[in-house]
T-cell receptor, first 115, second 116 residues
Framework: AQKVTQAQTEISVVEKEDVTLDCVYETRDTTYYLFWYKQPPSGELVFLIRRNSFDEQNEISGRYSWNFQKSTSSFNFTITASQVVDSAVYFCALSEWKGAQKLVFGQGTRLTINP | GAVVSQHPSRVICKSGTSVKIECRSLDFQATTMFWYRQFPKKSLMLMATSNEGSKATYEQGVEKDKFLINHASLTLSTLTVTSAHPEDSSFYIC????????????FGPGTRLTVT
């Protein structure tokens, strides 16, 4: 069975600090997808990234970066120079590779960026 | 990017009544749509997988007679909460998967249901 664990329930930092959100996953599949979503107070899920299990290269998009380590089954997310607008709940998720597959979500990490 | 809409965005209903939530893919066809439920400050849990033209597949513990899912076309799936009770109050989110290729999923904005 697939499982995603986000051990950090809540994180609070001061603006401009860097912050890393941890994600550890379990799956028996050799190929799969990993995701990160942002959920602001409005509730709508905002897609951040989808990474396939073949590609272990780290990815950077502006202030966001992701570190995928297949050896430790982790897919961590770092926000550099955090801003108040980054405050939200962040979910890590996992899906199978083939076809249209359901997402298994982690518990979420509530990130608060204080001015 | 692809757009998925949900209607209504918010609904308040009385206990014992039924509520229908629509999920539409606006600019693409979706053979498969998923329905998730999210309790306050909790994660999203899959309720069911909806396939166009066939019966939905429900996750363990989800009552199929209570949460009726219909996927009559490639752009519309509906979730009907029958005989709603206060414990059904939740945030319901759908997602739609592109027909082929990368099967990317796009999420709707969610529907907040409150049963009084």
């Amino acid at each position: 069975a697939q499982k995603v664990t986000q051990a950090q329930t809540e994180i609070s930092v001061v603006e401009k600090e860097d912050v890393t959100l941890d994600c550890v996953y379990e799956t028996r599949d050799t190929t799969y997808y990993l995701f990160w979503y942002k959920q602001p107070p409005s509730g709508e899920l905002v897609f951040l990234i989808r990474r396939n299990s073949f590609d272990e290269q780290n990815e950077i998009s502006g202030r966001y970066s992701w570190n995928f380590q297949k050896s430790t089954s982790s897919f961590n997310f770092t926000i550099t120079a955090s801003q108040v607008v980054d405050s939200a709940v962040y979910f890590c998720a996992l899906s199978e590779w083939k076809g249209a597959q359901k997402l298994v979500f982690g518990q979420g990490t509530r990130l608060t960026i204080n001015p | 990017g692809a757009v998925v809409s949900q209607h209504p965005s918010r609904v308040i209903c009385k206990s014992g009544t039924s509520v229908k939530i629509e999920c539409r893919s606006l600019d693409f066809q979706a053979t498969t749509m998923f329905w998730y439920r999210q309790f306050p400050k909790k994660s999203l849990m899959l309720m069911a997988t909806s396939n166009e033209g066939s019966k939905a597949t429900y996750e363990q513990g989800v009552e199929k007679d209570k949460f009726l899912i219909n996927h009559a076309s490639l752009t519309l799936s509906t979730l009907t909460v029958t005989s709603a009770h206060p414990e059904d109050s939740s945030f319901y989110i759908c997602s739609a998967s592109v027909l082929a290729g990368t099967y990317e999923q796009y999420f709707g904005p969610g529907t907040r249901l409150t049963v009084t």
